[in-house]
């Protein structure tokens, strides 16, 4: 499996930012997605989940402000981020259990 990240950038607080994850293979409706992220010098943590079904979980950081979706179409999952935080900047990483993509960097500047 390969998760292809994309959509990191920089943006001023209070903007917004749009990652997507491309994903290889056929299944990629019946599986469990999620994003997470790392800071400079702290630990990678969940940011968000979506389930088979489209339910998904946030973290509290999260609720409000971000949305994860996925497109089953296109192999594609997504994490719309907005009212953007210093505190937001880290790498952002797709998940699907033991899978991770490469990250791509999200940078908020006040």
């Known amino acids: 499996v390969q998760l292809q990240a994309s959509g990191g950038g920089l943006v001023q607080t209070g903007g917004s930012l749009g990652l997507s994850c491309v994903a290889s293979g056929r299944t990629f409706s019946s599986y469990v997605m999620a994003w997470f992220r790392q800071a400079p010098g702290k630990q990678r943590e969940w940011v968000a989940t979506?389930?088979?079904?489209?339910?998904?979980l946030y973290s509290n950081f999260a609720k409000g402000r971000f949305t994860i979706s996925r497109d089953n179409a296109k192999n594609t999952l997504y994490l719309q981020m907005n009212s953007l935080k210093v505190e937001d900047t880290a790498v952002y990483y797709c998940n699907r259990g033991n899978f991770w993509g490469q990250g791509t960097l999200v940078t908020v500047s006040s």
């Open positions: 979506i389930r088979r079904g489209d339910s998904t």
